[in-house]
């Protein structure tokens, strides 16, 4: 799609940082969107503008929302929300520390860096830091286009996409405590070969998250990256889609909504923040923010 920034439908790259930014002066807002949307390629930087964002525009991008709070039995979905996101995307954390400071400094008069979360690949293969292969089920090529970019809504909105991140931190603890025959059961997959298998339980994540088993289907194109600070670390969660409705779905099913079951990742992993974003198309080479009035 040439007017979908590039990154969300490339692969993951080797390094990457996750900034979450705070709007604290409008007066200097549409100038700041002005200056990122020059220098944001949507490939090397990856921008999602929050739903705060745009209700200090007086704006409405059909379809974003806020990230929704769910408490169940035991289990609390926090909403973290942000008014701006980056991605940063690279292969040398020097380039990526400077990459940073220049988003900063751009974006200092009307906001200010929230969250930075190093990320980085895990094995060539995507591996989780809990060791299982992440984004098994993604869809390619055009099912990728499908599922993760806004088409046929007019200019300004085609190429878009919509995101939504979360952190999530681990308990190694609890994971090496376990046979790998219980971790593949919350899993729903072969830890040695990632092979699904019929026998996982209910509760094993594979069924909790089929994206084909939902009416109408509920498939996402996954950014998963695992973080890792000190001796604590978990997955940052990044989903684009043509809309939230497909990742909000999963999210209910996961949480045992539905059925009263919940997914067998909660035995190991919560998660810390959660956030929807926005990320507009690009034209001739930056940011097309023409839906907001820019």
């Known amino acids: 799609m040439s007017h979908t920034q590039p990154g969300i ?13 705070t709007l ?17 390629d ?5 921008v999602g503008l929050g739903p705060s964002l745009l209700k200090a525009l007086e704006r409405e991008i059909p379809g974003l929302r806020d990230f929704p709070v769910i408490s169940t039995a035991g289990l609390d979905i926090p909403s ?13 954390r020097g380039e990526l520390f400077h990459d940073s400071r220049l988003v900063e400094s751009l974006l200092s008069e009307a906001f200010s860096l929230g969250d930075c979360i190093d990320s980085f690949k895990y094995t060539p293969i995507n591996r989780d830091l809990s060791g299982y292969e992440d984004g098994t089920e993604n869809p390619k090529g055009d099912e990728a286009i499908e599922a993760a970019v806004v088409q046929g809504q007019g200019a300004g909105l085609d190429g878009s996409s919509f995101v939504a991140v979360q952190q999530w931190l681990h308990d190694f603890d609890a994971l090496d405590e376990m046979e790998t025959r219980e971790t593949d059961d919350l899993i729903g997959r072969h830890l040695d070969d990632n092979e699904e298998f019929d026998e996982a339980p209910p509760s094993a994540h594979v069924k909790r998250a089929a994206q084909e088993s939902f009416d109408p ?11 890792a600070e000190d001796l604590q670390g978990g997955l940052v969660f990044v989903a684009f889609g043509k809309s939230l409705d497909a990742f909000e779905a999963i999210l209910r099913r996961m949480c045992g909504l539905e059925d009263g079951i919940q997914d067998g990742l909660f035995r190991f992993t919560r998660p810390l923040t959660g956030a929807y974003f926005w990320c507009p198309p690009v034209r001739d080479g930056k940011l097309d923010l023409s839906a907001l009035g820019l």
């Open 9 to 21: 439908l490339l692969d993951n790259p080797p390094l990457a940082r996750f900034l979450s930014f």
């Open 24 to 40: 604290h002066n409008t007066e200097a807002l549409e100038h700041c969107l002005r200056e990122l949307a020059a220098m944001a």
């Open 42 to 46: 949507g490939e090397r930087i990856v």
């Open 80 to 92: 973290t929300p942000a008014s701006l996101w980056c991605w940063l995307r690279g292969e040398d």
């Open 217 to 227: 289907e509920a498939f996402i194109l996954r950014h998963s990256m695992p973080w």
